[in-house]
């Protein structure tokens, strides 16, 4: 059900605005006409106006036709391989970013790009011919939110643990978004060249927290690493590339693409530069996109491992850096592409309003939770 603003509630029930006012502020709640209420709150403002209220469900354009777009099944033929796409999670310091730095110094050449911690990474690199997508979150207890929406995009999830460490807070939260999300989980168990550390301490941790060892006859791998040396690194890939075919990613790349926002920022040069993850169809240049709050015309695509590398287009599990929209969109908005810019403008801006418009749940303000964000 859709919520309902105060103006329309106010319009439908034929009472004055300032009278459902009067009633939110006896409710502690100082707001405007514009603010959106749930169901259950509007049902509730109703109910003390002593009116019926009935819930028409209208179709918005957003709903018509991004919906639809959704819901396209792709045809069994039309499916072929993808590259799993994987995103590092763990505890701050536990060596996330120095790992991922590592495994792409193995096979991209002077892969020297300087790790921000603020920001994203999302990278494709090939092992042996075998492409895989690896996605860097930041560590930082700021970033949660982005980092829930990391593991909503992804397909396997190597949890970094430092041994030295052990399981920390951040650990466990990112195994509880891991099994929320439902993906595979593999371990690094990183610093593993660290004088002195105990190795069976932190796997003793894991298995507390519902990650068996499979070396104890359960079921997660967990591979000992050094971003340091370089000790257990094949290994990760391996073992990341064996829980890719053991689950056969697919995708169709023969359609309008559907990918989503890791993050987006206003460049001083370039405009807003819009880091995407496409996760079905092929995304072109050219393409009318709507993303979140955003649109506009994919005007350019940049690889995130070579800037100077212009994409003409970007199939699924590719991560691209595009232009071309009009404002940043948030992180973990879906893109989906148009055939129409008026549409893409449309649903864009409609989606800006009512997003600057508060929005009222049945006790007061809405919050955005991590579980919110993984549904
Ligand atoms: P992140 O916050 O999880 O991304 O962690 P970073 O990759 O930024 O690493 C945090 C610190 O740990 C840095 O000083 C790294 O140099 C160090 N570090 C990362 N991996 C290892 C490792 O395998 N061995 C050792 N000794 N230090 C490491
Ligand atoms: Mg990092």
């Known amino acids: 059900q859709l919520p309902c603003s105060v103006k329309e509630l106010s319009e439908a029930a034929g009472v004055p605005a300032v009278q459902i006012l009067r009633i939110l502020m006896d409710e502690g709640v100082m707001t405007n006409i514009n603010a959106q209420m749930d169901p259950e709150l509007t049902e509730f403002i109703a109910a003390e106006l ?21 819901e396209i099944e792709d045809p069994e033929e039309s499916l072929v391989a993808r590259a799993p796409v994987v995103t590092f999670l763990g505890h701050v310091d536990h060596g996330k ?8 110094g193995i096979d991209v050449a002077g892969g020297e790009s300087g790790g921000i911690t603020q920001h994203i990474r999302a990278y494709r690199i090939e092992n042996n011919g075998r492409p895989m997508a690896f996605v860097d979150t930041p560590g930082h207890e700021a970033f949660t939110e982005m980092r829930a929406r990391g593991a909503g995009v992804t397909d396997i999830v190597v949890l970094v643990v430092a041994a030295d460490d052990g399981v920390m807070p951040q650990t466990e939260e990112a195994i509880s978004h891991a099994k929320a999300a439902g993906v595979p989980i593999i371990v690094a168990l990183n610093k593993i060249d660290l004088p002195g550390v105990d190795p069976l301490r932190a796997m003793t941790d894991l298995n507390t927290n519902g990650l068996q060892p499979s070396e104890w006859g359960g079921d997660t791998e967990i591979v ?5 040396t370089g000790e257990g690194l094949d290994e990760l890939l391996e073992t990341i590339l064996t829980v890719a075919e053991l ?48 649109y506009g015309r994919v005007k350019a695509m940049l690889d995130p491992l070579s800037p100077r590398t212009r994409l003409e287009e970007a199939g699924p599990s590719v991560p691209v850096n595009l232009t071309g929209l009009d404002i940043a969109p948030s992180a973990g908005a879906r893109l989906y592409v148009l055939d129409d810019i008026a549409e893409a403008r449309e649903i864009a801006e409609t989606r800006g309003k009512s997003q600057h418009n508060e929005y009222l749940g049945a006790t007061g303000f809405r919050q955005t939770t991590l579980d919110t964000l993984f549904e």
């Open 50 to 70: 002593g009116v019926d209220v009935d819930f028409l469900q209208p179709e918005t354009l957003e709903d018509r036709v991004l919906m639809r777009l959704e």
């Open 97 to 104: 970013t120095s790992l991922l730095d590592r495994l792409i």
């Open 224 to 228: 000992k690493t050094s971003a340091t």
């Open 247 to 294: 689950n056969e990613y697919v995708a169709n790349p023969d359609r309008a693409a559907i990918g989503t926002c890791l993050e987006s920022q206003q460049d001083a040069d370039r405009g807003v530069v819009t880091k995407v993850l496409v996760q079905n169809g092929t995304l072109k240049v050219g393409d009318i996109v709507v993303c979140g709050d955003a």
